[in-house]
């Protein structure tokens, strides 16, 4: 049987088709567009997504027997508000998960509301990009659209809705919107109250592995597909990345370097770090794990080559970076704020340590190196909790760097693990397909039989003591420029 992972990301969709032992018969991509109406706003079209998708199913399926198609999950794009109407018409454009209008909102949750309740209620307190603030946004500044709502959903939950008809999300996803409890894998009945919702104003959730239902008689009729097609709840994209990293079962630990930054520890016990510098989410294996997340990770290279340097030779300007371990400059990568461990929308990008003989190259190291210094930030808080992780896996556009993979591995003094397939959030969610459809006996089962490592990159001793020395140095910035950040902001 074949099965159809999606990968529902900030700048396009990605769909992949996997075979029952787990090779992948073909992947296809298709962009859609990012608005960003006002400084620090993010927004997308949720229609965009789904006729892309529908797009790329037809894609993907052209030269294959349909029949064998068995199912369809995904991987999503997380925190995203997506509201509805009584009539299944999308409200207003949705909000994204980098979008950071919520600093008020944020404010009152964690100040007024209190972190400690918070937490509390959902193992996680208020964050810019997360789900609950943005409702309180529109509450606050479109009260006519906020009256107006009939179902509230995450963007890859909106896919699942248009494709079965059932109002559904999934436990991983949930996670990530501060209204969700997560040590009992329910709704939060006392964040309901705080925003001001009805429960009937939410999804279902399911486990990420559990079939939701099956796809509807028009979705057949327009694709081809057998009506007995299965779709899987699915998961957040950090989440399904790290099932098809095979980051699953206890003491597990995946890197993704894609638009955003994470670090991903499974875990079979759950767990708050009492700072909240982590989130504590369910995870789609059926337990939890610790995240931190980072809100621009390969996009701070992106933005550098392409807005800053034009240009396209992105391997050639990584070849021209000297040894590692010796860059006077630094780069806090906070493009969009920040959100593990600092919690602050106001934080800005800023390179410091620049003198007359600076060179571009020293410049796009310090890219590099100021978001892995800011992965490892979000790794001290996980050993201050007494995880101990000696190696990680890694996935993301990003991690095809052989250079940035080193940095990682010296930076964060981890072994790092590559993989077989590299898909990331489309794998994952093909994964949870098949283990709904059976085809395995739970997620950790699937991940043993298909994730296999193909290398393990070595930290190098002496580069590791050289940048221990340079982090303790990054790591002081921050904290100098926070109150700057608050009077220069936009």
């Known amino acids: 049987m074949l099965y159809i992972g999606i990968d529902l990301g900030t700048s396009a969709v990605k769909l992949l088709l996997m075979d029952a032992k787990g090779s992948i018969r073909k992947i296809v991509s298709r962009e859609y567009p990012l608005y960003f109406p006002h400084p620090g706003w993010s927004e997308q079209n949720p229609e965009d997504w789904y ?90 500044n479109e009260p006519d659209n906020f009256s107006k709502i009939c179902k509230i959903m995450l963007p890859k939950d909106y896919l699942a809705y248009r494709l079965t008809g ?24 006392e964040m309901e109250e705080i925003c001001g919702i009805r429960e009937e104003q939410l999804a279902r959730v399911y486990e990420s592995y559990e079939s939701v239902g099956t796809v509807t008689k028009e979705i057949a009729d327009t694709l081809g597909l057998s009506p007995s097609v299965i779709v899987a709840a699915g998961a957040g994209d950090n989440a399904a990345a790290a099932v098809g990293t095979g980051t699953v079962g206890d003491g597990m630990c995946n890197i993704s370097l894609g638009t955003s930054g994470t670090i991903f520890i499974s875990s079979k016990n759950f767990g708050v770090d009492a700072h909240n510098g982590l989130h504590s989410f369910a995870h789609a294996d059926g337990h ?36 590692l371990g010796h860059n006077h400059v630094f780069f806090l990568p906070y493009l969009m704020g920040e959100r593990s461990p600092h919690n602050d929308p106001n934080a800005r990008g800023t390179f410091i340590g620049m003198t007359m003989d600076t060179t571009r190259a020293d410049m796009t190291q310090a890219v590099l190196e100021g978001v892995a210094f800011a992965l490892r930030d979000s790794l001290e808080i996980a050993k201050d909790l007494g995880i101990r992780i000696e190696r990680t896996k890694i996935c993301g556009g990003g991690a095809k760097s052989p250079l940035w ?15 077989e397939v ?15 459809n059976k085809e395995f006996e739970s997620v950790e089962d699937a991940a043993e039989k298909l994730i296999r490592i193909t290398a393990t990159i070595e930290p190098d001793p002496e580069t590791v003591e050289l940048y221990e020395e340079r982090y303790q140095k990054f790591r002081k910035i921050y904290p100098g420029l926070k109150n700057i950040y608050k009077e220069i902001v936009r």
Request: hydrophobic share 45%.
């Open 422 to 436: 590299e898909e990331g959030p489309a794998y994952g969610g093909a994964i949870l397909a098949a283990v709904a």
């Open 166 to 189: 059932v109002f559904c999300t999934d436990v991983s996803d949930a996670s990530g919107m501060l209204l969700f409890d997560v040590r009992n894998r329910c709704w939060s009945k």
């Open 288 to 323: 939890y794990h610790l995240m931190g997340c980072m809100l621009s990770a390969a996009s701070c290279n992106k933005w550098w080559m392409d807005e800053i340097l034009n240009s396209s030779d992105y391997q050639g300007e990584q070849d021209k970076i000297p040894a």
């Open 51 to 140: 006729e892309q998708t529908i797009e790329g199913i037809r894609e993907l399926l052209a030269d294959t027997d349909k029949e064998q198609v068995a199912g369809i999950s995904f991987g999503g794009q997380m925190h995203g508000l997506v509201i509805l109407d009584e009539n299944d018409r999308v409200i207003r454009p949705a909000i994204l998960w980098n979008d950071g209008r919520s600093i008020k909102e944020c404010e009152y949750l964690n100040g007024v509301i209190g972190m400690e309740k918070l937490t509390g209620y959902t193992a996680n307190i208020a964050f810019a990009g997360f789900t609950a603030p943005k409702l309180l946004w529109v509450k606050e």
């Open 405 to 419: 993979r080193q940095m990682i591995a010296d930076i964060l003094n981890l072994k790092v693990d590559l993989i």
